[in-house]
Nanobody, 118 residues
Framework: QAQLVESGGGLVQPGGSLRLSCTAS????????MGWYRQAQGKQRELVAT???????NYVDSVKGRFTISRDNAKKTVVLQMNGLKPEDTAVYYC????????????WGQGIQVTVSS
């Protein structure tokens, strides 16, 4: 079974930056789409950004121009660079990956807190 481990969250002032990183390990034959979702308190989990193996990228409208997603297929890592952070970006951020083990499994990290506040 594969695991995703996230790092890089924390507290930042409005306008600041954070870099989230996620690395996959375990029983992995291949990884397809990777990405980040977030869930603010009292709200549903929403997609933030995804990136395919070939590099096709999708962002939610609210982060376009501020967030950048990238991946390193050899290192099984996906990174979310977040600039120009706003209080409404405050949420628990979850790493996501479509992992091929014996079959394709939607795999999630444990979540990491991002708080934007003065």
């Amino acid at each position: 079974q594969a695991q995703l481990v996230e790092s890089g969250g924390g507290l930042v002032q409005p306008g600041g930056s954070l870099r989230l990183s996620c690395t996959a390990s375990g029983n992995i034959r291949d990884i397809y789409t990777m990405g980040w979702y977030r869930q603010a308190q009292g709200k549903q989990r929403e997609l933030v950004a995804t990136i395919t193996t070939s590099g096709s990228i999708n962002y939610v409208d609210s982060v376009k121009g501020r967030f950048t997603i990238s991946r390193d297929n050899a290192k099984k890592t996906v990174v979310l660079q977040m600039n120009g952070l706003k209080p409404e970006d405050t949420a628990v951020y979850y790493c996501y990956a479509q992992v091929l083990s014996g079959f394709i499994i939607d795999t999630w990290g444990q979540g990491i807190q991002v708080t934007v506040s003065s």
